[in-house]
């Protein structure tokens, strides 16, 4: 229940920045928000699955929710982005992750 309320008061979607991991939260209504471009180093920031459309829901996400498709490396500087697995969409696989903390492998 506390997610829900932190998404409701910190926004519903996500956006951050393929180089150097610059993120922001905000709502999916005003995606007017989030820059195109980093503001710390100039790269792109993506707000949206490139395959799918879908929105990013997690700053730490590194594979679409919706499809299972990539949205960066697992790595920033060459140190694994620590998550919770994604839950992807059960028809992808077959089935949904556990959203335990197994590691999973990319």
């Known amino acids: ?6 998404r409701e008061e910190l926004g519903d ?7 150097c991991g610059w993120g922001r939260r905000f709502m999916l209504a005003d995606a007017a928000a989030v820059p195109d471009t980093c503001p710390s180093c100039g ?8 395959a799918c459309g879908a ?13 299972g ?8 500087f060459g140190v694994e982005i620590r998550r919770k697995p994604e839950r ?15 590691r999973q492998s990319l």
């Open 1 to 6: 229940m506390a997610s829900r309320r932190n």
């Open 13 to 19: 979607s996500c956006g951050f920045c393929l180089r």
């Open 88 to 102: 992807v969409a059960a028809a992808v696989d077959g089935r949904a992750s556990s959203g335990h903390n197994e």
């Open 43 to 50: 790269g792109v920031v993506i707000t949206s699955c490139g």
């Open 55 to 67: 929105p990013i829901e997690s700053l730490m996400g590194v594979t679409c929710r919706a499809c």
């Open 69 to 76: 498709e990539p949205l960066r490396e697992a790595e920033l």
